[in-house]
């Protein structure tokens, strides 16, 4: 077994980036940065982790697993859309993983949802037929027996045959409120009903998506010096725990570590495109990357 090294990373003095298995990308800030980081590379692309120490050209911050490139022709991919702009940074993010993973031999689908329209709202109309107490409606079981009859409305179920056909779901979003937006929720609410991706007690490890990869990419509009656990909007790992345990998790999914692209908007266009660039290459080898451990003490500590 190689060694293991853990990497911490400083971007400001007293700001300890000590963090756990994410691979995030760092922009200097146009204003406010001083003299003493200038030598900074840019964008930094940092996995500061427990990790394998990695080969060359390895992607620091991830285990791996022993994927053929043959095993990863015919993997399938939805990619889970939410951006007002296609020619959006989240856009681009979109556009390259597309492209890398069609590169590979990955049946690639997108879930664009505002191209699509996509209705966030859980409502009755999602219910294709009589509901089973017509005198006092509850979502959740209409739903559930909805989809157990194979009774809910042909959007919902479109998404749900993607889902189910797909070995990796990316989710592509910027972050609204320390979670996904509305658009993106409303899928989430829809898409991932009871019957459909779990069941009680089939759960977390026992969840009906199990055996399928999940992986957020997302940017922010903070810098990463904020999503400390000094910073101003507190550890970054916070705001995944509903997402990615909460969520993902619940309905069986083994979650591989984020991406995140902190603070685009205040980074160069030499920059972003970097940011891209970095996004491309590891999904190079995304396939052998390891789940992370989707438990308390990732998100929390010890």
């Not at 656990?229 to 990615?244: E, H, I, V």
Request: aromatic share 12%; net charge positive; glycine share 8%.
């Amino acid at each position: 077994m190689p060694p293991r090294v853990y990497i911490r990373g400083r971007l400001e003095s007293g700001v300890d980036l000590g963090l756990e298995s994410t691979h995030i990308i760092f922009t200097k800030q146009r204003r406010g940065l001083d003299s003493a980081h200038s030598s900074l590379p840019l964008p930094l692309l940092l996995s500061l982790t427990d990790c394998w120490v990695p080969r060359r050209g390895q992607l620091p911050g991830t285990q791996r697993r022993n994927t053929s490139p043959h095993a990863m022709a015919g993997k399938k991919v939805l990619i889970v859309y939410a951006h007002q702009e296609p020619k959006s940074f989240n856009g681009s993010l979109k556009r390259v993983a597309v492209e890398e993973l069609s590169r590979q031999g990955c049946a690639v689908t997108v879930s664009d949802l505002y191209a699509m329209d996509f209705e966030p709202r859980a409502t009755r109309k999602d219910i294709a037929g009589a509901v089973s107490n017509p005198e006092v409606f509850s979502y959740g079981v209409e739903a559930y027996e909805a989809c157990k009859k194979r009774c809910l409305t042909s959007d919902i179920l479109e998404e749900q045959k993607k889902v189910q056909e797909a070995d990796l779901v990316i989710f592509q979003f910027p972050l609204y409120w320390f979670s996904v937006p509305a658009i993106m929720k409303g899928w989430m609410d829809r898409v991932l009903c009871q019957g459909f991706a779990f069941d009680f007690p089939g759960i977390y490890d026992a969840g009906f998506l199990k055996g399928k990869l999940a992986l957020l990419s997302l940017t922010t509009g903070g810098t990463a010096e904020m999503y400390t656990r000094t910073g101003a909007s507190g550890d970054f790992r916070y705001f995944l725990w509903p997402l990615q345990h909460g969520a993902l998790h619940f309905c069986g999914f083994q979650v591989l570590a984020p991406q995140i692209s902190f603070a685009p908007e205040y980074a160069s266009e030499e920059e972003r495109k970097a940011m891209v660039a970095s996004w491309a290459q590891r999904l190079k080898t995304i396939w052998q990357e390891k789940p992370i451990q989707c438990t308390p003490p990732w998100y929390f500590g010890h």
